[in-house]
T-cell receptor, first 110, second 115 residues
Framework: DAKTTQPTSMDCAEGRAANLPCNHS???????VYWYRQIHSQGPQYIIH???NNETNEMASLIITEDRKSSTLILPHATLRDTAVYYC???????????FGTGTRLKVLA | DADVTQTPRNRITKTGKRIMLECSQT?????MYWYRQDPGLGLRLIYY???????NKGEISDGYSVSRQAQAKFSLSLESAIPNQTALYFC??????????????FGPGTRLTVL
């Protein structure tokens, strides 16, 4: 599975868009990009995933570069409740395995 | 009611004791997983099970064992607990993969301290 690199921490003002980058330069053609978040010490929560097209759901948008070597998770209007650790995970379709890195600690500021 | 429950939520034990952590789910999923999380780190997979008769080791299975008593129940045991097993333990479930989609649903976690 490809390795991911994320910034250790980021701040975002409440109401603004939070843009969380992820580098996965060794990603292969059958690997998907997944995003989860973990609020405080709760269990991680699925946010979104994609292969090569941009994706949007009720929580966030996922922008994947054309070469697929990096992606950005966008929370369009961050709230204080979005303060969490965000994990970018690369996973091969058909496998069970997630490899969680250390993630990005996002702090939304009032 | 929570879909994935873990008991106990907190446990303090002593070195050498046998400990069992339990996980139950009402989601009807076939697949269940046990992870541990150490402070400041991501989750690491201990064991996983794709159905009652299928149990597999993950990245860090040494010192742990599991039992899949039923589709809805998956227990993690520490046969002889040691201090470096102090961690936050998560159970997760997922259904059989449909296309690319494989969302895992996590329980609330069990905080285990081994003295």
């Amino acid at each position: 599975d490809a390795k991911t690199t994320q910034p250790t921490s980021m701040d975002c003002a409440e109401g603004r868009a939070a843009n969380l980058p992820c580098n996965h330069s060794t990603i292969s053609g059958n690997e998907y990009v997944y995003w989860y978040r973990q609020i405080h010490s709760q269990g991680p929560q699925y946010i979104i995933h994609g292969l090569k097209n941009n994706e949007t759901n009720e929580m966030a948008s996922l922008i994947i570069t054309e070469d697929r070597k990096s992606s950005t998770l966008i929370l369009p209007h961050a709230t204080l409740r979005d303060t969490a650790v965000y994990y970018c995970i690369v996973r091969t379709s058909g496998t069970y395995k997630y490899i969680f890195g250390t993630g990005t600690r996002l702090k939304v500021l009032a | 009611d929570a879909d994935v429950t873990q008991t106990p939520r907190n446990r303090i034990t002593k070195t050498g004791k046998r400990i069992m952590l339990e996980c139950s789910q009402t989601k009807g999923h076939d697949r269940m997983y046990w992870y541990r999380q150490d402070p400041g780190l991501g989750l690491r997979l201990i064991y996983y099970s794709f159905d009652v008769k299928d149990i597999n080791k993950g990245e860090i299975s040494d010192g742990y064992s599991v039992s899949r008593q039923a589709q809805a129940k998956f227990s993690l045991s520490l046969e002889s607990a040691i201090p470096n097993q102090t961690a936050l333990y998560f159970c997760a479930t997922s259904k059989q993969e449909l296309g690319s989609y494989n969302e895992q649903f996590f329980g609330p976690g069990t905080r285990l301290t081994v003295l």
